[in-house]
């Protein structure tokens, strides 16, 4: 492990040993922080009949979910200031449009790139279950 500085911010890198002995300098930049924001509230937070008539993946936000997607990019905007910041996102619609509301509230030249990530998501139960055996496996997750 190795860490410092690059252009003034920290790093630390994980370099295997078979590329630092063929490349001593070999340095990888890492992110100094990586935060974490859920969606906003979404049609199937509000109401879980909706699994029932639509795709999960297809669920987006609420009013409210908006509202809070905004409030969210502006905390967001407070805690980096003017640095630079990668989003990644799942392709469900409610995180596509959360990702949405939040640029609104940076700079764009500070968003150095958006990238729609398809192996963040969220648990995946199936389309169109069950109302009960949703609330059933809701249930089972709090226990833990």
Known sequence: VLQGMVTGLPFVTFASPSITKVM????????????????GESE??????????????????TQLGRNQAR??????R??????????????YMRAVDTTREI???????????VREEPRISEQ??????DVEAIRR??????VF
Do not use: M
């Open 137 to 142: 496996c809701k249930e089972e997750r709090k």
């Open 78 to 91: 407070d805690i980096v200031g003017a640095g630079d910041v990668h989003i990644y996102h799942s392709p």
């Open 71 to 76: 409030l969210a990019g502006r905390r967001l």
């Open 124 to 129: 995946q139960f199936g389309n169109l279950r």
């Open 44 to 61: 199937g937070n509000r109401d879980e009949s909706v699994y029932t008539t639509k795709a999960d993946w297809k669920i987006g936000l």
């Open 24 to 39: 001593p300098n070999f340095i990888t930049p890492r992110p100094a922080r990586i935060i974490l924001i859920r969606h």
């Open 103 to 113: 640029l609104k509230s940076l700079d764009p030249d500070q968003v150095k790139s």
